[in-house]
């Protein structure tokens, strides 16, 4: 799986856009973006995914770049709620369910 | 349709006790997986079943053993609990739609004393 990047922390005032980077140069062709999002240590609860289209979905949008080699996670109007951990994956459905949970990015959303 | 759901939700054990986490999910999945999480850290893979009858060891397997009694459930058990599997462990299924989108459930937080 493709190593991916994220920085620790990012803070949001609520209300506006949270846009959340991930950086994964060394994708493979056949290697899929996920997110997932962790709320104060409950289970994970999975966001979205894409390939290389830009897909969206109730919870958040995804933008891949045209090279994959980067993403980005949007929480088009944040709540106080959508304060977590944000994990981005690489993986390829030949490996599918052996993903690799990084450290995240802690998304603090602020009145 | 409760999703995935792990018991007990709180343990704590001496070193050398051993405990059986339990784990089952109502979504008709195939694969199931277990995750242990330490303080400040992401998710570490212990073990998974693609399948009822097939277990295989992940990322850090070592003083744990599973097993999957069905479809439906998907056990984890510490022979020799120690301070060092103090964590929180967490379930989670998947779906087979060729897709890594997986389910988990609430943990269990486990203490070693």
């Known amino acids: 799986d493709a190593k991916t990047t994220q920085p620790p922390s990012m803070d949001c005032a609520e209300g506006r856009a949270a846009n959340l980077p991930c950086n994964h140069s060394t994708i493979s062709g056949n290697e899929y973006v996920y997110w997932y999002r962790q709320i104060h240590s409950q289970g994970p609860q999975y966001i979205i995914h894409?390939?290389?289209n830009n897909e969206t979905n109730e919870m958040a949008s995804l933008i891949i770049t045209e090279d994959r080699k980067s993403s980005t996670l949007i929480l088009p109007h944040a709540t106080l709620r959508d304060t977590a951990v944000y994990y981005c994956i690489a993986i390829s459905n030949t490996n599918a369910g052996k993903s690799t949970f990084g450290d995240g990015t802690t998304l603090t959303v602020k009145p | 349709n409760a999703g995935v759901t792990q018991t007990p939700k709180f343990q704590v054990l001496k070193t050398g006790q051993s405990m059986t986490l339990q784990c089952a999910q109502d979504?008709?999945?195939?694969?199931m997986y277990w995750y242990r999480q330490d303080p400040g850290m992401g998710l570490r893979l212990i073990y998974y079943?693609?399948?009822?009858?097939?277990?295989d060891k992940g990322e850090v397997p070592n003083g744990y053993n599973v097993s999957r009694l069905n479809k439906r459930e998907f056990s984890l058990r510490l022979e020799s609990a120690a301070p060092s599997q103090t964590s929180v462990y967490f379930c989670a299924s998947r779906t087979d739609m060729g897709t890594d989108t997986q389910y988990f459930g609430p943990g269990t937080r486990l203490t070693v004393l």
């Open positions: 894409g390939l290389k």
């Open positions: 979504m008709n999945h195939n694969s």
């Open positions: 079943s693609a399948s009822e009858g097939t277990t």
